[in-house]
């Protein structure tokens, strides 16, 4: 599968974002989904997953009350709503693929498959 992120760009402190994430193909539903997160200087973090079939999700504490992850499997496009969105949250946010997990993994390795990643830009 092929993932596209978009939706990044330069919001003031306690405004709201969202990015989305096309996949191609027709087996999106057979995926987990997540959003991870690289600021500047810092190593790749998690932020938050979704099932295939979008009943559970699971968040980083640091973004939890904040963003949602949803999917629209018609679509083939995961979400994630950022809302009072605070000047540590700038990074490029990249979502991700994972085909094999049966629960959802905040790990890094469980995912199969990334997008390129798209800029999100958090001024105070």
């Known amino acids: 599968v092929q993932l596209q992120a978009s939706g990044g760009g330069l919001v003031q402190a306690g405004g709201s974002l969202r990015l989305s994430c096309a996949a191609s193909?027709?087996?999106?539903?057979?995926?987990?989904m997540g959003w991870f997160r690289q600021a500047p200087g810092k190593e790749r973090e998690f932020v938050a997953a979704?099932?295939?079939?979008?009943?559970?999700?699971y968040y980083a504490d640091s973004v939890k009350g904040r963003f949602t992850i949803s999917r629209d499997n018609a679509k083939n496009t995961v979400y994630l709503q950022m809302n009072s969105l605070k000047p540590e949250d700038t990074a490029v946010y990249y979502c991700?693929?994972?085909?094999?997990?049966?629960?959802?993994?905040?790990?890094?390795?469980?995912?199969?498959?990334w997008g390129q990643g798209t800029l999100v830009t958090v001024s105070s």
């Open positions: 193909g027709r087996t999106f539903s057979r995926y987990n």
């Open positions: 979704i099932t295939r079939s979008g009943g559970s999700t």
């Open positions: 991700a693929a994972d085909q094999g997990s049966e629960y959802l993994n905040r790990w890094q390795w469980a995912y199969d498959y």
